[in-house]
């Protein structure tokens, strides 16, 4: 076996810089921060809780999140749900024509499948007629796991 030498290739993050241009191995860019963020998929970093409510209004808690490699911090929220449904809230980005985000949205939705392909699922939540009853935290948190009790709640949304 024998070493085969590789031309111009690009290591990062290399104090010896190795790198065809000069800066490119030592130093992080935008554009390999989120090609690697990309790679880890869409996750909460923090925050981006709902809790019950007595009434079909409750407040998303503000948080942190990465969707497909964008960094979104949000405010606390107020979301409506349905009466007497089961509704799944996703973190969604909005993008143009150009494939530019434009923003980022909770959409609601009664189906397991969101609308937009960058996405991150937060919750299922049920409703009786005036009352937010139960809500699933069914997110994918830093570190690999589910904040909610349940690991299998990805399967039971198509995840």
Same mark, same amino acid.
Request: net charge negative; charged share 15%; proline share 3%.
């Given at each position: 076996? +024998?070493? $085969?030498? =590789?031309? *111009?290739?690009?290591?990062?993050?290399? !104090? *010896?810089?190795? #790198?065809?241009?000069?800066?490119?191995?030592?130093?992080?860019?935008? &554009?390999?921060?989120?090609?690697?963020?990309? =790679?880890?998929?869409?996750?909460?970093?923090?925050?981006?809780?709902?809790?019950? +409510?007595? #009434?079909?209004?409750?407040?998303?808690?503000?948080? $942190?999140?990465?969707? !497909?490699?964008?960094? $979104?911090?949000?405010?606390?929220? *107020?979301?409506?749900?349905?009466? +007497?449904?089961?509704?799944?809230?996703?973190?969604?980005?909005?993008?143009?024509?150009?494939?530019?985000?434009? !923003?980022?949205?909770?959409?609601?939705?009664?189906?397991?499948?969101?609308?937009?392909?960058?996405?991150?699922?937060?919750?299922?939540?049920?409703?009786?007629?005036?009352? =937010?009853?139960? $809500? &699933?935290?069914?997110?994918?948190?830093?570190?690999?796991?589910?904040?909610?009790?349940?690991? *299998?709640?990805?399967?039971?949304?198509?995840?």
């Amino acid at each position: 076996m +024998s070493d $085969v030498e =590789i031309t *111009n290739e690009l290591v990062q993050f290399t !104090k *010896n810089d190795v #790198s065809a241009v000069a800066g490119q191995g030592r130093y992080l860019t935008e &554009q390999s921060l989120a090609d690697v963020l990309e =790679i880890l998929g869409s996750f909460v970093l923090s925050g981006l809780t709902l809790p019950t +409510s007595v #009434s079909l209004t409750s407040t998303m808690a503000a948080g $942190v999140a990465f969707v !497909k490699g964008y960094r $979104v911090t949000t405010t606390a929220t *107020n979301l409506t749900f349905g009466a +007497s449904a089961t509704s799944y809230v996703w973190l969604e980005l909005v993008k143009d024509g150009s494939d530019l985000v434009t !923003k980022a949205v909770f959409e609601i939705l009664t189906t397991t499948t969101p609308t937009r392909p960058d996405f991150v699922p937060l919750c299922v939540v049920t409703t009786s007629g005036s009352a =937010i009853t139960a $809500v &699933q935290d069914i997110s994918f948190r830093s570190g690999g796991s589910s904040s909610g009790s349940d690991l *299998n709640a990805f399967s039971s949304v198509g995840l």
